[in-house]
């Protein structure tokens, strides 16, 4: 594996299953120190034991990212573990409800946006101006093709990933002439523990949305992360990047 992130610190949210994880696991093998953040304790930690016995360094830190005091005190645990940080994939997230906009609970509405996209700004507060003292850095937000297309009885996930692009564009604007390059990436349906509920007639629906003819595996997102995470995307910044099987294509 290429020695992308000799000597940098990575911090993942959302890392202790699917996407996250598989970003922490290829963080870890190009060489960084990985925070792996989760609010989920068992996810995070054996992420983290993945890491140590693939040789990697990688130390678990909780946090809910729906909360903006959690999220300063996970840049400080960074600092205090690592002294410094790098790298940043924003990626927690959930489903949210399921419904149409008239039926859907205000309260339902609300989780998601917190969880989804009032996380990205609150983990791009702290995390920016620690990143401005180290002299630059490179953050990822997980959006998703829904960032860019609706997607019936999903009004709060898609009004939250598109607010997600936005904030990410703002980034990238503000702080691009600082040294720091702010990207999101959005993925197709990806086969991860975030569609277990799905019933199969429902997964079988999903596919049929993406030309390629199958749902995108985690690792397949982990390394357009990596890329843009890497100094090979250095005049790649306030962009939205898909990996979805041609979804948004036709
Ligand atoms: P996943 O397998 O469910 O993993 C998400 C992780 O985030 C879980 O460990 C979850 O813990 C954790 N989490 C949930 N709420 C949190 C919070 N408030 N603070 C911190 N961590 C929290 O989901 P995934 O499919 O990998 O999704 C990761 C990201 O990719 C999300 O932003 C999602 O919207 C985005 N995405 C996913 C797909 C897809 O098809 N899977 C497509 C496009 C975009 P628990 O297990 O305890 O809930």
Redesign the pocket.
Known sequence: MEQLFTGKVALV??A?????EAVAVLYAACGAKVIVS???EK?GNSTVEAIRKAGGDAQFEK????RPAECEQLVKATLKHYGRLDIACN????GGEQNLIADMSVEGFDKVIA??LASVFYCMKYQLPVMLKNGGGAIVN?A??LGQVGFAHSAGYVAAKHGVVGLTQNAGIEYSSQGIRVNAVG????D????KEAPPEMKAALVSKHPIGRLGR?EEVAELVIWLSSDKASFVTGAYYPVDGAYLAP
């Open positions: 949210t959302g202790g299953s699917g996407i996250g989760d609010v989920n996810g946090c809910d990212v729906s990626n927690a997230g959930i969880v989804n997980m998703s093709i993925p197709g349906f990806i991860t523990p975030l569609l985690s």
